[in-house]
Every structure is written in structure tokens, then in C-alpha cells.
């Protein structure tokens, strides 16, 4: 099923969040935090939202796509975008509702955890913090270069990712796929989608992108050991794009987190896997 509803909220400073809906209105709610650069038309499962009776809800961060940017915008105050935008959609089940992350977008949901926003937590193919010392010491020079200048020189790191637009995006997730992964990227339908979620990414000037990626390569300042809700955490064994240990490090730094690695994936686990995803994101209830 592939029924989708453009949804809007008014958030308390006046700024518009903008979201999507797809699925039965009356399914069980998942909020989908997608990767970098794309907006709320990213979404997975879509063939089984109505078997599921499963609601997916997305939202363009600030600066993305429908939403009012926000030159000020940090890690908290996006989480607290999501959850503003959550409440007025869903109401009181708003805390009842399961979130899936994807990529970049794991930082948001990670501060969504630690400051109790989440009933559940399942992180699909995260990104690595990158400033994290850890993680730091696993990466060449060359994966860090635009971080380690982000956190040196903000102004010249922000410079460069201006530079960048929906085609060049594309073409980098491309270049650091496995061959199953970016054979699948170039597929139908998810090629259309993943295109026009691009092109919204990179709206405002590229303004939500460019935040979005300051603020995943310097420290997150989210505090782990304050996460109590089940996190799950999921990798292909052939992802070579999200984290050089395939979220090791990760699930080590988040209480109680479990970690599974599938080795008929790759980084694109969120769509080819999509009933593994929800399987372990949506419980019976």
C-alpha cells in the first residue's frame, strides 16, 4: 500500500513541521526518522502497511523539504520537533508509539530515548558518531577529514556541504555501496521515491542538510545512560557505508541495547528487509 497524506503542524514558535502518513489512518503508529538529506516522502514497507495495520509517520527536520528552517537548530531542539510534531498528530498515544531510525537521522532518535520520548527504540543501519573517540580511531584520515574540520572549522566544513545538491548526494551513496546495495537503490519504485525525497532534502538552499550534517559530525551531547527504553539495533554484514563495526561500539554505549547483523544484507536493510524491520520494531499488542 502505498496511500500517503501530507500532514502539518504549526509548532509553539510559529514554525511549520511538515510530515507525511501512509498506511490505514487506524493502524498502530511508527515514526520513521529517515537518513540525511531526505525528507518526508523516505519511507519503507510500503507493500505492508495494510497487512500490518501499520500507520508510518515521517517529518522533515527544520530547514527539510515543507518545514520552516531553523539556523539555530541543535540535536535537542530537532527531537523536540518530533515530539511536538507526534503529539498534536497522534495525541496521548504520541508516547505509545514505536520509532524506527535510518542512518543519519539516529542522532535525533537517539536524544528522542534519552530524554523519554520513545516507548521503543530500532535503530536500522545507524551512523556512527563520528567524534566519538572509538569510533574516531576505526576510520581513515579520509572518512574524518570533513568532520575533524566541522569541529575545527564549522564555517569551512558547512562551506563544502553546501556545495553539494540532490545529484551529488545520490551519486556519494552510490560510490559507497556494496554492488547488491546500489543495484537496489537504482531499482524501481525506490529510485523515484528516493529522488523526490532528495530533491526536498535539499530545499531552503540545501539549508536542513547542511544542519543536519553539522550537527551529526560533532559530538551529539546525548546522554546514553539515560536511555531505558528497548533499543534494537540492525546491520547488514555487507554495509559498508554506516559504521566500521557494524554498530559494535554502539550497542556497548546504550543500556540493555541488542544488536543483530544479517548476512543476507547490506546497507539497504531497511527496504529489502522491511518485515525483518518491523518484526522487530511493532509488538503485538
Known amino acids: ?29 511508527v515514526l520513521f526518522v529517515a537518513g540525511a538529506a531526505t525528507s518526508k516522502r523516505m519511507a519503507f514497507g510500503l507493500d505492508l502497511l495494510a497487512t500490518r495495520n501499520v500507520r508510518l509517520l515521517t517529518m522533515d527536520r527544520a530547514g527539510i523539504g515543507g518545514s520552516t528552517p531553523d539556523p539555530h537548530r541543535t540535536v535537542a531542539s530537532t527531537a ?66 570533513l568532520a575533524d574540520l566541522a569541529g575545527t572549522a564549522p564555517e569551512k566544513a558547512a562551506e563544502i556541504l553546501r556545495g553539494l545538491s540532490a545529484e551529488s548526494m545520490e551519486k556519494m551513496v552510490l560510490d559507497n555501496s556494496d554492488d547488491a546495495d546500489a543495484a537496489y537503490y537504482r531499482s524501481e519504485p525506490f529510485h523515484t521515491r528516493y529522488r523526490h525525497a532528495l530533491d526536498e532534502g535539499f530545499a531552503h538552499h540545501s539549508a536542513g542538510y547542511v544542519r543536519d550534517t553539522m550537527l551529526a559530525m560533532r559530538p551529539w551531547h546525548v546522554d546514553f545512560t539515560a536511555i531505558s527504553c528497548p533499543v534494537h539495533i540492525l ?49 503485538p499488542q
Open 1 to 29: 500500500m502505498d496511500a500517503e497524506e501530507t500532514l502539518r503542524v504549526t509548532a509553539a514558535d510559529g514554525r511549520t513541521l511538515a510530515g507525511a502518513s501512509f498506511g490505514p489512518d487506524a493502524g498502530r503508529p
Open 80 to 145: 523536540s520537533d518530533y515530539r511536538e510534531f507526534l503529539t498534536e498528530v497522534l495525541g496521548e498515544e504520541a508516547s505509545r508509539t514505536p520509532v524506527v531510525a535510518n542512518s543519519q537521522g539516529s542522532v535525533f532518535a537517539l536524544k528522542m530515548a534519552a530524554v523519554g520520548d520513545v516507548h521503543s527504540l530500532t535503530l536500522v543501519s545507524p551512523a556512527d558518531e563520528i567524534a566519538h573517540p572509538a569510533i574516531h580511531s576505526m576510520l581513515p584520515a579520509a572518512a574524518t577529514a
Open 235 to 283: 546491520f547488514g554484514v555487507h554495509d559498508r557505508a554506516h559504521s566500521p563495526d557494524h554498530g559494535a561500539t554502539l550497542a556497548t554505549r546504550i543500556p540493555g541495547a541488542s544488536r543483530e547483523v544479517l548476512d543476507d544484507a547490506g546497507g539497504a536493510l531497511l527496504w529489502t528487509h522491511a518485515a525483518h524491520v518491523f518484526d522487530t520494531a511493532v509488538k
